[in-house]
């Protein structure tokens, strides 16, 4: 089913590789450097490497760089364990998008619920815990 004969059974193109990012890798606004981590969630990251750059673009440089200062923590940081890192980015991903979502179209309690979980996740989660007290 792979090769496919001409006319006779479908073609299904080839699956892409998954991207795995290993070592020191910067992508436009987030450095991961010797990560402890292996392999990162690319989409995860990613996501919150765009909503870093839309909120740079619009002016908010502080909240911005937190984003990807909080983002380098936890990716760098080898005290977390992978599910709760996973969570973690996960939820931060969904509060940079909201972050990065024009003013009139966010949805505000969504992302204080996102921010609920996510420090409580990150309450005694080593130096994630620290940047999130700031």
Sequence with gaps: MAAGLPGFTPRFPPRPRPVVITGNTVLNNIKIANSQIGIVNTGT???IDNA???????????????LATMTEALANDAAIDRRTRDEALELLSAVATEAATPKEARR??????LLVDLSQILGGAGAAAQLWTM
């Design 45 to 47: 990251i990613g996501t």
């Design 52 to 66: 870093v750059g839309l909120i740079r673009e619009s002016g908010n440089q502080d909240v911005a760089k937190m």
């Design 108 to 113: 505000v309690t969504v992302a204080r619920a």
